[in-house]
C-alpha cells in the first residue's frame, strides 16, 4: 500500500506532465495549465469545469468570484479550502471560456483520473454538468442530479458521487444558489460516512483497463477495504449546452462551468479587479 507522502510525490509528477501537455489544441492558447490546487490526500474533492481567464492567468483553480463563492460555502459547513481538492474537467481554458469541446474532455480525462487515483477521496462533488456528465458517462443534467449521492467506480477508486450546481450558475440565480447551500449541508454526513468499500485490487493496482472514468453504472456494495495506507494523514458534449457554470445557466437552473465568450468570467463570473502577475505554474499542495 503506497503512502500518502508517496501518492503527493506521484501527483506532483502527473502535475509535470500536465504542464507541458500538448495532448489538445487549447495547450496553444492557454497561459498557464491549472492543474488544481489543495490537500493532496483531501477526503472531499471538487470537479468544475475549466479554467477562466483568471484561472489561466494564476495557475490556480476558482480564484475568481465562483471560487469566493465556493469559499464561502465550504466555510459555512465548517470546512476550509486547504482540507479540500479543487481542479476541473480541463486543466485549460478554453478560448473566450466557450464550452469544453468532447475531444478536449477525452484527452484531458487522463489527468482526472489520475488525480482521483492519487488523492483517494471519499466524496467528490462535480460542480455543473460538464463534470457530472463525465464522472457519471452519462448525459443526465445537473438540474436532476444535484444532491442526489450515489457510489461510484471512477477508474479504480469508488467515491460517493455528489453532483451540485456549480457556484458561477449560483452567482445571480438565488434559488440556485439556495438549492446548492442546502446541498453543502450534506457534505460533512457524506464525509463522515466514510470511504465506501473498495474494489478488492484497491486503488494501487489496476481494477479495470477500460473505463478511466466511471463506470456505467452505479456501484454496489463491494467488499469493504480501506484505501488508504497506515500512517496516511480533494451540450450534446458530456457537458450538454447550456451547461452554465463559466457562463450560461440553462439546463434548469444552469449546470456547466464556465465564462461566457465575453469578458473574463463572463456575466456570471466578472473580471477580477485585481490582476495579478503569472506566477509559474502552480500546483499549490497543502
Ligand atoms: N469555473 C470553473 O469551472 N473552474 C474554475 O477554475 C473557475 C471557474
Given at each position: 500500500?503506497?503512502?500518502?507522502?508517496?501518492?503527493?510525490?506521484?501527483l506532483?509528477?502527473v502535475?509535470?506532465?500536465?504542464?507541458?501537455?500538448?495532448?489538445?489544441?487549447?495547450?496553444?492558447?492557454?497561459?498557464?495549465?491549472?492543474f488544481g490546487?489543495?490537500?493532496?490526500?483531501?477526503?472531499?474533492m471538487?470537479v468544475?469545469?475549466?479554467?477562466?481567464?483568471?484561472?489561466?492567468?494564476?495557475?490556480?483553480?476558482?480564484?475568481?468570484?465562483?471560487?469566493?463563492?465556493?469559499?464561502?460555502?465550504?466555510?459555512?459547513?465548517?470546512?476550509?479550502?486547504?482540507?479540500?481538492f479543487?481542479c476541473?474537467?480541463?486543466?485549460?481554458?478554453?478560448?473566450?471560456?466557450?464550452?469544453?469541446?468532447?475531444?478536449?474532455?477525452?484527452?484531458?480525462?487522463?489527468y482526472l483520473h489520475r488525480q482521483v487515483e492519487l488523492i483517494?477521496p471519499?466524496?467528490?462533488?462535480?460542480?455543473?454538468?460538464?463534470?457530472?456528465?463525465?464522472?457519471?458517462?452519462?448525459?443526465?443534467?445537473?438540474?436532476?442530479?444535484?444532491?442526489?449521492?450515489?457510489?461510484?467506480?471512477?477508474?479504480?477508486?469508488?467515491?460517493?458521487?455528489?453532483?451540485?450546481?456549480?457556484?458561477?450558475?449560483?452567482?445571480?440565480?438565488?434559488?440556485?444558489?439556495?438549492?446548492?447551500?442546502?446541498?453543502?449541508?450534506?457534505?460533512?454526513?457524506?464525509?463522515?460516512?466514510?470511504?465506501?468499500?473498495?474494489?478488492?485490487?484497491?486503488?494501487?493496482?489496476?481494477?479495470?483497463?477500460?473505463?478511466?472514468?466511471?463506470?456505467?453504472?452505479?456501484?454496489?456494495?463491494?467488499?469493504?477495504?480501506?484505501?488508504?495506507?497506515?500512517?496516511?494523514?480533494?451540450?450534446?458534449?458530456?457537458?450538454?449546452?447550456?451547461?452554465?457554470?463559466?457562463?450560461?445557466?440553462?439546463?434548469?437552473?444552469?449546470?456547466?462551468?464556465?465564462?461566457?465568450?465575453?469578458?473574463?468570467?463572463?456575466?456570471?463570473?466578472?473580471?477580477?479587479?485585481?490582476?495579478?502577475?503569472?506566477?509559474?505554474?502552480?500546483?499549490?499542495?497543502?
Open positions: 500500500m503506497i503512502s500518502a507522502a508517496e501518492r503527493r510525490e506521484q506532483k509528477s502535475f509535470e506532465q500536465a504542464r507541458d501537455c500538448t495532448r489538445c489544441a487549447l495547450h496553444q492558447t492557454r497561459t498557464r495549465v491549472v490546487s489543495g490537500n493532496a490526500d483531501a477526503d472531499l471538487f468544475g469545469e475549466a479554467p477562466g481567464a483568471n484561472e489561466d492567468l494564476q495557475g490556480l483553480p476558482f480564484v475568481g468570484q465562483a471560487g469566493k463563492l465556493l469559499s464561502k460555502l465550504l466555510e459555512e459547513i465548517g470546512m476550509a479550502r486547504d482540507e479540500v479543487i476541473n474537467t480541463l486543466k485549460c481554458r478554453p478560448p473566450n471560456n466557450r464550452d469544453p469541446h468532447p475531444e478536449e474532455i477525452e484527452a484531458c480525462s487522463e483517494r471519499s466524496v467528490i462533488c462535480t460542480l455543473g454538468n460538464f463534470a457530472t456528465k463525465l464522472l457519471r458517462r452519462d448525459q443526465t443534467g445537473i438540474s436532476r442530479l444535484h444532491g442526489q449521492e450515489e457510489v461510484r467506480l471512477i477508474g479504480a477508486r469508488v467515491v460517493r458521487l455528489y453532483p451540485l450546481y456549480h457556484p458561477a450558475a449560483a452567482l445571480y440565480t438565488p434559488t440556485t444558489l439556495e438549492l446548492l447551500r442546502a446541498d453543502f449541508r450534506r457534505i460533512p454526513e457524506l464525509l463522515a460516512m466514510g470511504d465506501p468499500p473498495q474494489p478488492e485490487a484497491g486503488p494501487d493496482e489496476p481494477v479495470e483497463a477500460t473505463d478511466q472514468l466511471g463506470s456505467a453504472a452505479p456501484v454496489q456494495a463491494r467488499r469493504a477495504s480501506s484505501s488508504r495506507a497506515p500512517g496516511d494523514g480533494a451540450r450534446p458534449s458530456p457537458g450538454g449546452p447550456g451547461d452554465g457554470t463559466r457562463a450560461d445557466a440553462s439546463d434548469g437552473a444552469g449546470s456547466g462551468v464556465g465564462p461566457p465568450a465575453h469578458g473574463a468570467e463572463g456575466s456570471m463570473v466578472p473580471e477580477e479587479t485585481s490582476a495579478q502577475p503569472p506566477p509559474a505554474d502552480q500546483l499549490c499542495l497543502f
